[in-house]
């Protein structure tokens, strides 16, 4: 069974720009979760999707934003980069929704995305 | 708001000794507690998770506890081995609602031989 996938593996931008970053969830997993790592930050929560609606929110300012597709594969976006918007993306999928008995979260690689 | 609380930042042990990691939650809400563990440029792993039904759970070296009235759980390693140098988060959220998490800070684990 394949793993959480999170695509590019690493990723360079300038200030201003926009970027899009994508997590194919495993199979079955309807539940897809973001979070922003950072060395100062830690792991914060960006946004949950089940079945293509957004279910929960973090802390973050509209500039973050995301979807998820009728295949369960999610998209986060994020317009007019900063530099402190580099940081370790990670997305997390998960059974939990669908009425099974475990919902843990599998974890991608992560997305590196560093803003110059 | 919600917050987890992980103490401490870092924490060195000599091989062989045991390692304890303390959080502490703000959200009575929550009734599942995972840790996780990152080892440098991978993913984070699920190494034991407790539910709030139950005080204690062990599974070979590590083990977990619970103290739910005062929204305390810690994270013991025995025997500690090189292997085991990682950052650990403790983390909580609702069983059954979502993959909503709120982790911990993190703790830096080093196993000195």
């Known amino acids: 069974k394949a793993g959480v996938t999170q695509t590019p593996r690493y990723l360079i931008k300038t200030r201003g720009q926009q970027v899009t970053l994508s997590c194919s969830p495993i199979s079955g997993h309807r539940s897809v979760s973001w979070y922003q790592q950072t060395p100062g930050q830690g792991l914060q929560f960006l946004f949950e999707y089940f079945s293509e609606t957004q279910r929960n929110k973090g802390n973050f300012p509209g500039r973050f934003s995301g979807r998820q597709f009728s295949n369960s594969r999610s998209e986060m976006n994020v317009s007019t980069l900063e530099l402190g918007d580099s940081a370790l993306y990670l997305c997390?999928?998960?059974?939990?929704?669908?009425?099974?008995?475990?919902?843990?979260?599998?974890f991608g690689q992560g997305t590196r995305l560093t803003v110059v | 708001g919600e917050n987890v609380e992980q103490h401490p930042s870092t924490l060195s042990v000599q091989e062989g000794d045991s390692a304890v990691i303390k959080c502490t939650y703000s959200?009575?809400?929550?009734?599942?507690f995972p840790w996780y563990k990152q080892e440098l440029g991978k993913r984070p792993q699920l190494i034991i998770d407790i539910r709030s039904n139950v005080g204690e759970k062990k599974d070979q070296r590590i083990a977990v506890t619970l103290n739910k009235t005062a929204k305390h759980f810690s994270l013991h390693i025995t025997e500690t081995q090189p292997e085991d140098s990682a950052v650990y988060f403790c983390a909580a959220r609702m069983y059954s609602s979502a993959s909503k998490i709120i982790f911990g800070s993190g703790t830096r684990l080093s196993i000195r031989p």
């Open positions: 997390a999928s998960s059974s939990a929704g669908t009425g099974g008995s475990n919902t843990e979260a599998f």
């Open positions: 959200d009575s809400a929550s009734n599942y």
